[in-house]
């Protein structure tokens, strides 16, 4: 009992940021027509009226800012959504805008480690995956036991760079996007309560991903015990 009990609160933990972003998003993707313009109308206004050096453009990879492209990238459905969640995320996106023309520290650290993450989690997987291999051909499990581990840690810096992400996540939704909302009265009063918790899900977006990083960890850890 305590056994199913202690996987129940486990997946909670893991899963619960996922399904409440989903939610969130989904709650208040619905059209409103009073909105003065889709998610994407909004981010080509921000980016002249704030004169940002960076295009605009849609993706099927989720909703992103691109720093080295500089681009501002939204998915299809808040490109053309004429939403709050469009609105907001629209925003979100844009606030990461900002925070590369400001050359803000945070951001430009993110960029560096996600370029090494990548490379690192590639390595990582691609050691694991050989590990055993090795230790055939060597007949030294102690061999096959260290290149595995070498290929967890690889593996495991992309959940510390998901954690470092936050902060960035963080001021891009509250230190940015909620103030341009603001202050550019693109929704009432009573629609930023929404707004408020749809750049929430944005900036806690990382941190399901980092949750399921750690889950992917934790299973690693159970394939080198055994």
Known sequence: MIYIIGIFLLVIIFFAPQWWVTYIMQRYS?????????????????????????TLETTEQGDHYDPQNKTVCLSSANFNGKSLTAIAIAAHEVGHA??????????LLRSKMVQHSQRFAKLGAGIIFIAPLLSLLTHSPHLSIFIALIGFLSMASSVVVQFINLPVEFDASFNKALPLLKAGNYVTKYDLIAVRQVLLAAALTYVAAALAGLLNVWRWIALLKR
Not at 30 to 53: F, M, R, V, W
Not at 98 to 107: G, K, N, S, W
């Open 98 to 107: 900002v925070q590369d023309f400001r050359q803000e520290d945070l951001l």
């Open 30 to 54: 619905k059209t409103i027509n009073s909105l003065p313009g889709t998610g994407g109308e909004l981010a080509q206004h921000l980016i002249d009226e704030y004169q940002l050096p960076v």
